[in-house]
Structures are given as C-alpha cells and as structure tokens.
C-alpha cells in the first residue's frame, strides 16, 4: 500500500515541479494531498512511516520555511512544498534533503542567470543583424526569441525569479526513492 501511496507522491513532486517552473505557483492541494497522503500512509504502517517524527519535522521546515519567505529568499509555495516534503524524507535524510536542495537551486540559480544574460545579449545581436538588411535571420531569431519568452511572453525567462521548487521536488524525490526499496 505504502508504495502506491509513493508513486502518487512521487507524481505530485512532478507536478509541483512543472507548476512552479510553468508559473511560479505551487498550488496549495498539492502540499495538503503530500500531508494527507503522510497521514494515510502512516496509518497503514506507522512503524514504517513514523507518523509523529514526520509530522513534527514538517513543521519544523514550514517554521524555517516562514522565515525564509520573510526575508525574500524563496517563496510561499516553495516553503510549504518543502514543509509538505519533509514527512516524506523524515529525520534521517533531512540533511541530505536541505545539502540537495541547496546545490539544485543554486544550480539553477546560475541557469538562469547564464540564461538572462545569453537571452540579453541575443538581443543586442538581433539589433545589429536587423541594422545589416540579413531580414531572413533577423526573423527567425525573432521567432526562437519569443519561443522563448525574451519580449514579454509566457516562456520560461519571461518569469523572474528561480523556480526553486523545481529543485525541492528533485531533492525530495531523490530522498524518497530509498522507501521504495526498503
């Protein structure tokens, strides 16, 4: 029962994940679904899954969580994803969990901010291709720009911020696998 219960976990981490980098949202029932799947879990096996440990660490990460949305670092949703997580990584891996989530985002923070410069300096050299009479290029470079969200559209850096997540679902996930081969 219990890795059934994972593998719905394990999608909702995937979800959370597409969500936040599609619009930097998490929704909510995403995180109550990860608490109350917890519960249901630790219902059937509570030696396995330990209820009162899990439930405890998820409130000591949502309380970290609140400080660092306070301050700015991460956002709301990124805070109760990682809270909702939390049970599922438990005591054991909690360090490893944070270390993890820690190098993801930090890996994407880079990304990103190679991206924003690439996409930046794209736009200077569309300027000068433009200003050169090469039309055919300076079209289809104006087509993988918008793709791409560079003037404003829906694309990935139109967002600001990182989707940091995408990097707590990974972690999370990556903490987790190992219940399913106990």
């Not at 989707?163 to 679902?169: E, K």
Request: aromatic fraction near 10%.
């Amino acid at each position: 029962m219990v890795e059934l219960v994972l593998g719905i976990v394990g999608a909702l981490f995937v979800f959370a994940a597409y969500s936040d980098v599609k619009s930097r949202l998490i929704p909510n029932w995403v995180s109550v679904l990860l608490i109350g799947l917890f519960c249901m879990a630790s219902a059937f096996e509570p030696e396995r899954v330990k209820p009162f440990d899990g439930l405890l660490l998820g409130a000591m990460v949502l309380a970290i969580g609140f400080v660092l949305f306070a301050t700015g670092l991460i956002g709301g949703g990124d805070a109760k994803l990682a809270a909702a997580a939390a049970p599922w990584v438990g005591f054991t891996h909690v360090v490893e969990f944070a270390v993890l989530t820690a190098l993801v985002g930090g890996a994407l923070g880079v990304a990103y901010v190679g991206a924003g410069a690439a996409r930046t300096m794209g736009s200077g050299i569309m300027y000068h291709v433009s200003r050169l009479g090469w039309e055919p290029v300076a079209r289809s470079a104006a087509k993988i720009q918008d793709a791409v969200g560079s003037r404003g559209g829906r694309g990935v850096q139109a967002l600001s911020g990182v989707p940091y997540g995408l990097a707590i679902a990974i972690s999370a996930f990556a903490c987790t696998a190992h219940r399913l081969l106990v």
